[in-house]
Nanobody, 131 residues
Framework: QVQLVESGGGLVQAGGSLTLSCAGS????????MGWFRQAPGKEREFVAA????????FYADSVRGRFAISRDNAKSAAFLQMNNLKPEDTAVYYC????????????????????????WGQGTQVTVSS
């Protein structure tokens, strides 16, 4: 059974930092693109960051670029999201997703930001930033 489990969320003051982790099991994720999305109450799930299967390419939403950093450890089937200088508008449930390897041979950088690209999802972890 394929599973993605996010952890590391919590309550932090504005300007603080958190690191989210996503641990995969049930299959090999080494050739999967991995992405982080978030969903605030009453809003659609939106793209935050993504990383190619090799880790050689990273992608960010404009709202987090320069503050967040995505990384991965293929040996541990894990991805991470380092979040710095957090703002109240970053408050959301954060979800980790993988693409099942669909982008491994594709030159489709636009696809990394699309929710439909990702076929496996975790249950999410809550991040709350107080002002």
């Amino acid at each position: 059974q394929v599973q993605l489990v996010e952890s590391g969320g919590g309550l932090v003051q504005a300007g603080g930092s958190l690191t989210l982790s996503c641990a995969g099991s049930g299959r090999t994720f080494s050739f999967d693109a991995m992405g982080w999305f978030r969903q605030a109450p009453g809003k659609e799930r939106e793209f935050v960051a993504a990383i190619s299967w090799s880790g050689g390419s990273t992608f960010y939403a404009d709202s987090v670029r320069g503050r967040f950093a995505i990384s991965r450890d293929n040996a541990k089937s894990a991805a991470f999201l380092q979040m710095n200088n957090l703002k109240p508008e970053d408050t959301a449930v954060y979800y980790c997703g993988t693409d099942g390897g669909g982008l491994r041979y594709a030159q489709a950088t636009y696809a990394y930001g699309r929710r439909s690209t990702y076929v496996f999802w975790g249950q999410g972890t809550q991040v709350t930033v107080s002002s």
